[in-house]
C-alpha cells in the first residue's frame, strides 16, 4: 500500500464549479499535513498546510480527519488558473524531515 | 518567499557522462537540503537528505556510489549522476529549509530535467 494515496483524476471541472479532493495516508504517527500545488513541467509549491482544526484560505479549505487518516481539499469558484496537479504531502512525527508526496490529482478547469 | 535556484534547468547527455546539478538558496542559509527525483506522472520520491558540512543520508534504493551529493556550504548542494544511463533520465528537484527545523517550509528549486541518451 502507499504511503499517500490520491485519485490521480485529471478532474475536468466547469469555471466556477467546486471540486474536493480527498488524500488518504498510511502512518498513523504522520504529524504535518501540507497541500502543493505542481504546474505542468514546474516544481511543487506550497499552497496550504492543513491543521486538525481544518483551515480556510480564500476559495481554499483544508481539512484533516486523523481518526480516518485522510486530508481533503475543497476549491470554490474554480478559476481557469487553478488548472493544475495538487499535491498531498505528509510529514512523519519524531522529528523527522521526510515529506512523502502523493502522486497527485490533476485538474482541469475548463471554460 | 524563500528563493532556491537550480542550475542547469536542463541537461542532455550521452550515456556513461556525469551530470552535476547545483541547487542554491538565494536569499537565506539552508541547513537542510533534499534531492527528489520525479518520474513523469508519478510522485515526487525523496533521494537523499544533505545537511551543511556532514554526509548526505540516501533513501533506502537510492545508490549512494551514482548519486554524489556535497553539501559544502549553506547556501549550495550538488547532486552528481554519474554514469548516468537512459534510465537515469529524470526531473531532479532540489529543497532547502533554513535552520528552523522540522517545522520549517521548505523551498523548492525549478528543478533539473536529465536525459540521458
Known amino acids: 500500500r502507499k504511503e499517500v494515496e490520491q485519485d490521480p483524476g485529471p478532474f475536468n471541472v466547469p469555471e466556477g464549479a467546486t471540486v474536493a479532493f480527498n488524500c488518504t495516508y498510511s502512518?498513523?504517527?504522520?504529524?504535518?499535513f501540507f497541500w502543493y500545488r505542481q504546474d505542468c513541467r514546474k516544481e511543487p509549491k506550497l499552497l496550504m498546510s492543513?491543521?486538525?482544526s481544518g483551515n480556510e484560505d480564500g476559495r481554499f479549505t483544508a481539512q484533516l480527519n486523523r481518526a480516518s487518516q485522510y486530508i481533503s481539499l475543497l476549491i470554490r469558484d474554480s478559476k481557469l488558473s487553478d488548472s493544475a496537479t495538487y499535491l498531498c504531502?505528509?510529514?512523519?512525527?519524531?522529528?523527522?524531515?521526510?515529506?512523502?508526496f502523493g502522486t497527485g490529482t490533476q485538474l482541469k478547469v475548463e471554460l | 518567499g524563500a528563493v532556491v535556484s537550480q542550475h542547469p534547468s536542463r541537461v542532455i547527455c550521452k550515456s556513461g557522462t556525469s551530470v552535476k546539478i547545483e541547487c542554491r538558496s538565494l536569499?537565506?542559509?539552508?541547513?537542510?537540503m533534499f534531492w527528489y527525483r520525479q518520474f513523469p506522472k508519478k510522485s515526487l520520491m525523496l533521494m537523499a537528505t544533505?545537511?551543511?558540512?556532514?554526509?548526505?543520508?540516501?533513501e533506502q534504493g537510492v545508490e549512494k556510489d551514482k548519486f554524489l551529493i556535497n553539501h559544502a556550504s549553506l547556501t549550495l548542494s550538488t547532486l552528481t549522476v554519474t554514469s548516468a544511463h537512459p534510465e537515469d533520465s529524470s526531473f531532479y528537484i532540489c529543497?532547502?529549509?533554513?535552520?528552523?527545523?522540522?517545522?520549517?517550509?521548505?523551498?523548492f528549486g525549478p528543478g533539473t530535467r536529465l536525459l540521458v541518451l
Open positions: 536569499d537565506f542559509q539552508a541547513t537542510t
Open positions: 502512518n498513523s504517527a504522520s504529524q504535518s
Open positions: 529543497s532547502a529549509r533554513g535552520a528552523g527545523g522540522v517545522q520549517e517550509t521548505q523551498y
Open positions: 504531502v505528509v510529514i512523519e512525527g519524531g522529528g523527522g524531515n521526510k515529506l512523502t
Open positions: 544533505s545537511n551543511e558540512g556532514s554526509k548526505a543520508t540516501y
Open positions: 492543513v491543521y486538525s
